[in-house]
């Protein structure tokens, strides 16, 4: 689940801007994190993944952050643009076992 | 890279009435697949795990009886929504792993009318 205070349901930014998503995971045992983007009425789409053997990965563009310590995962997207909008899902899970997805946040990128 | 492929897109049906969904591994086999729902501003939940060659695992809530799943081959697994009602309208996405890393369909949007 999500903790209190720390999931935004909405973001808004502007064009160019970094942004940063927050998501807290639940299970402790999960060793494979990570994080999607949903454009309406598509199916979610692979951005990055952490095993929980790292704290940090870069992509193009994103850098996925994990602090095991507090089960908290971020994303990073740096100069982000319009074609950024979109929600974005943290997600957990293990091998051979089914993700459990976070709540997601609506990422609005303004020009 | 490894596409996993649902059909149909969407469909609208009416009460009382039953539809497939297939969910098709296109480049790889999986012996497991995953049926998630997600209902509108929601996020995604776990509905039942395709087994091949054997039962479904449902999730707590999920009615087995009315979400029939059958995974008949390493590459294609179907729900079957049985007597659908307005409120099983729905997305629902299918995915399924290769090498640890999860692959998403593009989604069924169901609506029952």
């Known amino acids: 689940g999500e903790s209190v205070g720390l999931h935004l349901p909405t973001l808004s930014v502007q064009e160019g801007d970094n942004s940063i998503i927050n998501c807290a995971y639940s299970n402790s045992a999960s060793d494979y994190f990570i994080w999607y983007k949903q454009e309406s009425g598509k199916g979610p789409q692979f951005i990055i993944d952490?095993?929980?053997?790292?704290d940090k990965r870069q992509g193009q563009r994103v850098t996925v952050l994990l602090n095991k310590t507090v089960k908290h995962l971020s994303l990073q997207i740096a100069a982000t643009q319009p074609g950024d909008s979109a929600v974005y899902f943290c997600?957990?899970?293990?091998?051979?076992?089914?993700?459990?997805f976070g709540k997601g946040t609506t990422l609005s990128v303004s020009s | 890279g490894a596409v996993v492929s649902q059909h149909p897109s969407w469909v609208i049906c009416k009460s009382g009435t039953s539809v497939k969904i297939e969910c098709r591994s296109l480049d790889f086999q999986a012996t497991t697949m995953f049926w998630y729902r997600q209902f509108p501003k929601q996020s995604l939940m776990l509905m039942a795990t395709?087994?091949?060659?054997?039962?479904?695992?449902?999730e707590q809530g999920v009615e087995k009886d009315k979400f029939l799943i059958n995974h008949a081959s390493l590459t294609l697994s179907t729900l079957t929504v049985t007597s659908a009602h307005p409120e099983d309208s729905s997305f629902y996405i299918c995915s399924a792993d290769r090498d640890t890393e999860a692959f998403f369909g593009q989604g069924t949007r169901l609506t029952v009318v």
């Open positions: 395709s087994n091949e060659g054997s039962k479904a695992t449902y």
């Open positions: 952490i095993r929980s053997n790292m």
């Open positions: 997600a957990e899970g293990g091998p051979g076992t089914a993700l459990i």
